[in-house]
C-alpha cells in the first residue's frame, strides 16, 4: 500500500460518524460526503441577528460562512473570528453566544450535540500568529510546603519556570521561602479550590487534565544536566 493510501485509511480511521438523531431536528441541515452544515447565528444586541452556516468536518474541524446579507464575502471563518465580525465586543465565548436552530428554537451550541464533534488541534491555525499554541503545551502544577501543607501553584509558561517546578518537585523538603519568584511565605494564604482549577489549559479553563495540557515527557520539561532518574530515563530513550 502506497503512502498516501496509509494516510487516507487512517483519515478515515478517526474520522467522525455524523450519527446523532438529534441533527435531524436541526434547521437547514445538510449532509455531505465529509461534512454536516447546519444553520447558525449570533444575535446583536443593537443589530439584531447575523447568521450564517456552520461546517463540520469529518475531522472535527468548524469553520463559519457569514450570511449576514447577500453579498457578505466572509467565508470560513473560525466560531471566534464569525463573533468579531458580528460585533461582538469583550470576551467572545462562541460556544455559548453562537446558536443553532432546533425545532424552531434558538440553542446555544454548547448545548447541543455538535460540540461533541469539536476537535481542539484540528482549529488551532496553521499561521504565524498561532504558532505559540502549537507548541507543546504545560499546565500550571502544584506543590505542597513540606512545613505548612499549603499548595503553591508553579507556572510553566517556559523553560526557566518548568526548571523550577522540576526542581521543586524533586525537593522532597521544599518550602514556601524556596519559591524564587513571587516570594511567599507559609504565613500567606493558600489559593481557593475553585481558583485551582484554572489551571491554563488552551482547550477549557476548567480542564481537570487533557491531551492539550497534560505532559508525560518532552524535551522542554525534561534537562540534559539534571541527574535525577526521570531526566536521565527520558535522554537515553528519547528519539533523536
Request: hydrophobic share 25%; glycine share 4%; net charge positive.
Amino acid at each position: 500500500m502506497a503512502e498516501g493510501d496509509h494516510r487516507h485509511e487512517e483519515y478515515y480511521v478517526n474520522a467522525i460518524v455524523f450519527d446523532d438523531e438529534e441533527l435531524n431536528n436541526m434547521s437547514e441541515l445538510e449532509r455531505g460526503p465529509d461534512f454536516i452544515e447546519v444553520k447558525c447565528g449570533y444575535t446583536n444586541k443593537k443589530y439584531g441577528d447575523f447568521v450564517g452556516k456552520l461546517r463540520i468536518s469529518v475531522s472535527g474541524h468548524f469553520v463559519i460562512d457569514c450570511k449576514c446579507y447577500p453579498e457578505c464575502s466572509k467565508a470560513t471563518l473560525t466560531p471566534d473570528n464569525f463573533l468579531k465580525h458580528c460585533g461582538k465586543l469583550g470576551t467572545r465565548n462562541w460556544k455559548r453566544n453562537i446558536w443553532i436552530i432546533v425545532n424552531d428554537e434558538k440553542v446555544s451550541l454548547r448545548k447541543t450535540v455538535l460540540l461533541n464533534y469539536y476537535r481542539n488541534a484540528s482549529n488551532i491555525s496553521t499561521g504565524p500568529k498561532n504558532s505559540k499554541r502549537e507548541r507543546k503545551f504545560h499546565r500550571d502544577e502544584f506543590i505542597k510546603c513540606s512545613t505548612c501543607s499549603k499548595e503553591r501553584r508553579f507556572r510553566q509558561r517556559n523553560r526557566e519556570e518548568r526548571r523550577i517546578y522540576h526542581d521543586a518537585l524533586a525537593n522532597e523538603r521544599w518550602r514556601c521561602a524556596d519559591r524564587p519568584y513571587d516570594k511567599i511565605t507559609c504565613a500567606d494564604e493558600e489559593e481557593r479550590v475553585c481558583r485551582k482549577i484554572c489551571r491554563g489549559c488552551p482547550r477549557s479553563a476548567t480542564c481537570s487534565g487533557c491531551p492539550s495540557c497534560v505532559c508525560f515527557g518532552c524535551l522542554k520539561c525534561r534537562f540534559l544536566d539534571c541527574e535525577c532518574r526521570t531526566c536521565v530515563d527520558f535522554i537515553q530513550n528519547a528519539e533523536p
